[in-house]
Antibody, heavy 122, light 107 residues
Framework: EVQLVESGGGLVQPGGSLRLSCAAS????????MSWVRQAPGKGLEWVAN????????YYVDSVKGRFTISRDNAKNSLYLEMNSLRVEDTAVYYC???????????????WGQGTMVTVSS | DIQMTQSPASLSASVGDRVTITCRAS??????VNWYQQRPGKAPKLLIY???NLQSGVPSRFSGSGSGTDFTLTISSLQPEDFATYYC?????????FGQGTNLEIK
């Protein structure tokens, strides 16, 4: 079964750091753009970042630029989100998501992980 | 960045009703709009991709239309399991923004 499984969430103080991981299985991970999407409690979905197949193109939403870094390890079929200088407003469930076809970034997300909760609080 | 303005924010309807949700992009995005359904505590589920294409396994009562800047999601005859929150998303360019969501409630 095609699957994404996130891990690494937890409670962190403002200004702290956290690294999220997303393990992919049963598809050719190295052929797909990959994305992170988050959802604050009781709020809507917010696209956070995406990364090209080879890791050489990355895009971020303005609110996380300079603080978050998306990366991937194709040999380990894994996607990462390094989060630094965390703020209370970064509190959310973080999902990794895969587009429905390989090659392009312009595709809808048909595979989502179950999400991992990040809580930023003192 | 492209803004996606979704309306209404909430909607009350009855089983069997036909409902329409709209999304407007701040600039032309061709047909790069996708629609998702989300139930509480669950990950989003893809319903419609590229404006009008039904994702595999999604019931045919769901349909999408539009191009350029104006898009709609229609549910032809609401079923009990359709009461959820719906989001549009543009995948034309990064950041790939979502609409604010429409909470579909039982009347």
């Amino acid at each position: 079964e095609v699957q994404l499984v996130e891990s690494g969430g937890g409670l962190v103080q403002p200004g702290g750091s956290l690294r999220l991981s997303c393990a992919a299985s049963e598809f050719m991970f190295s052929s797909y753009w990959m994305s992170w999407v988050r959802q604050a409690p009781g709020k809507g979905l917010e696209w956070v970042a995406n990364i090209k197949q080879d890791g050489n193109e990355k895009y971020y939403v303005d609110s996380v630029k300079g603080r978050f870094t998306i990366s991937r390890d194709n040999a380990k079929n894994s996607l990462y989100l390094e989060m630094n200088s965390l703020r209370v407003e970064d509190t959310a469930v973080y999902y990794c998501a895969r587009p429905r076809s390989s090659g392009s970034s312009r595709r809808a997300f048909d595979i989502w992980g179950q999400g991992t909760m990040v809580t930023v609080s003192s | 960045d492209i803004q996606m303005t979704q309306s209404p924010a909430s909607l009350s309807a009855s089983v069997g009703d036909r409902v329409t949700i709209t999304c407007r992009a701040s600039q032309s995005i061709s047909s790069y709009v996708n629609w998702y359904q989300q139930r509480p505590g669950k990950a989003p589920k893809l319903l419609i991709y590229a404006a009008s294409n039904l994702q595999s396994g999604v019931p045919s009562r769901f349909s999408g239309s539009g191009s350029g800047t104006d898009f709609t999601l229609t549910i032809s005859s609401l079923q009990p399991e359709d009461f959820a929150t719906y989001y549009c998303q543009q995948s034309y360019s990064s950041p790939q923004t979502f609409g604010q969501g429409t909470n579909l409630e039982i009347k």
